[in-house]
């Protein structure tokens, strides 16, 4: 049977000629959809069907048969996005990439890792460390967050200060275009200048542009130890001072998270920690580690940097880790975010940048700004400190009202381009921040998006309603 020949009725018709169409892949209708976990946002599996092909040439047979049938179709990965970048409607289908779980190669050689679009970041990473080396990108999501959906979004995260995002990353690429032809640019290198670099529109175009299926990532080499320091803070400007200063050191300086105390006060009592332990009495808090040959190696540099720093900052508190279980204690501080969203559901986030030297004059005005629109507003801060990314969530359930989430973005917003910031530093657009994007956005920028969109995607089948408004 053909794609062309397949009919375009009701669900449970579309089913059986998908199931026949694509003989390769799991297809599921709405009633098996009912019964699995969304992911983050509830409306991920609002489709009529999800397929999840068997391989790269059924992901071209499925967006083929999309075509023909004008059916849209949405790809998803782990269902970890937090800007409604893979909700769907009923009318819509979803791509799932599950099934492109290899890993192809690990080359230590050259240093460079060649997956499979559902890879998560996790499996890599345990791939890679295993040869010593690193995939240059770490969040908390690593265990479900998958390769397909971090080029898709063009991830940052924790290490992004030093070895860069997504895009930085990403040596070679492989996509199905919407017209259901296959774009090959799995370079291995890192110097080409051979034309117009076409990957680069696909990574972080949230599938709006093709599916990502394989891709070749750049690895770096990864430290034997790491020892990780909780510090209290007067602000943000003593952190970077901090920051410059461990890095400067011998040992290399892998994470600088920071976190005002309002932020890890809730996340230690989720996790059930002697407050009196932390140094919660300092307006924020940093999170910093430190690379070794060792543990040990690691521990006695963090310390003897520590011990420097007290000389000129005899009030600096704050606790060094003594071991690895240590280490990720002090961590899961930091990475237990889900905490916030238990205590406040739904609770509206946001994720911007903006130069790290302007984070204590920008909170210092947002704090006001906010309750200003409601007194009870006392919002979580916490964030990526050496490359200017805060994350911002309320602390009440979400949806806001139309005009309170209007109020809160122009106080959240409103003076970040002048800054030289963005109102979306790594979290994406999706369909939640659209109206931001439209708003704040280049109008010539927007113009070219709008232009490339209609050139990749003419039909608009491709994650529609997501970016591109």
């Known amino acids: 049977m053909r794609a062309e020949d397949m009919p375009a009725g009701p669900a449970p018709d579309r089913i059986a000629a998908l199931r026949a169409h694509l003989r390769g892949s799991q297809v599921l209708d709405r009633d098996a959809l009912a019964a699995r976990d969304p992911g983050w946002d509830a409306g991920n599996l609002n489709a009529f069907a999800l397929v999840r092909p068997g391989s790269i040439a059924e992901v071209a047979r499925l967006v083929a048969w999309c075509r023909a049938q004008r059916c849209a179709f949405v790809p998803q990965g782990g269902r970890t996005g937090l800007v409604g970048g893979s909700v769907t409607t009923p009318e819509q289908l979803i791509c799932d990439l599950g099934a492109l779980d290899r890993i192809e190669e690990i080359d230590p050689d050259s240093g460079i890792a060649v997956v499979q679009a559902g890879v998560t970041l996790g499996a890599l990473q345990e791939a890679a460390a295993a040869v010593g080396l690193h995939p240059g990108l770490d969040l908390a999501a690593r265990g479900s967050a998958t390769i397909g959906g971090l080029i898709a979004t063009n991830a940052g995260g924790i290490t992004a200060f030093r070895t860069g995002v997504m895009r930085h990353r990403v040596l070679g690429l492989e996509a199905v275009l919407p017209d259901g032809r296959l774009v090959d640019d799995m370079t291995r290198v890192l110097k080409t200048s051979a034309g117009y670099d076409v990957k680069q529109l696909l990574i972080g175009a949230e599938g709006t542009l093709g599916i990502v299926t394989r891709a070749v990532i750049r690895l770096d080499p990864l430290p034997n130890g790491r020892a990780t320091a909780l510090l209290g803070i007067g602000d943000a400007a003593q952190a970077l001072d901090i920051v410059r200063r461990l890095r400067a050191g011998s040992a290399p300086l ?44 690691a521990r006695i540099a963090l310390e003897e940097a520590l011990a420097v720093l007290v000389e000129t900052e005899p009030e600096l508190d704050g606790i060094v880790s003594s071991s690895m279980a240590q280490s990720a204690q002090l961590w899961r501080l ?11 559901p739904q609770a509206p986030s946001y994720d911007i940048s903006l130069p790290a030297r302007a984070f204590d004059g920008y909170v210092e005005r947002l704090r006001p700004a906010l309750k200003a629109i409601d007194p009870a507003i006392e919002p979580y801060l916490f964030g990526h400190l050496a ?22 973005e122009a106080a959240i917003y409103g003076e970040l381009r002048g800054l030289g910031g963005s109102f979306s530093a790594e979290h994406g657009i999706g369909s939640k921040r659209i109206a931001a994007l439209q708003r704040h956005a280049d109008p010539v920028k927007l113009a070219l998006m709008a232009e ?18």
């Not at 809730?266 to 407050?275: E, H, I, K």
């Not at 490359?387 to 809160?408: E, F, S, T």
Request: with cysteine.
């Open 254 to 297: 892998l994470a600088a998270e920071i976190m005002w105390s309002g932020f890890v006060a809730a996340t230690s009592a989720a996790l059930g920690l002697d407050p009196a332990q932390l140094p919660l009495r300092s307006p924020c808090l940093l999170l910093v580690e430190l690379g070794g040959t060792d543990f040990e190696a």
């Open 387 to 408: 490359d200017g990314n805060l994350h911002i969530v309320l602390n009440r359930p979400g949806p806001l009202k139309r005009d309170i989430q209007a109020a809160v």
């Open 334 to 344: 930091r990475e237990d975010t889900e905490v916030l969203y238990r205590l406040h």
């Open 452 to 469: 490339i969109k209609r050139l990749f995607d003419p039909d608009n089948l491709c994650n529609p309603g997501k970016i591109v408004a």
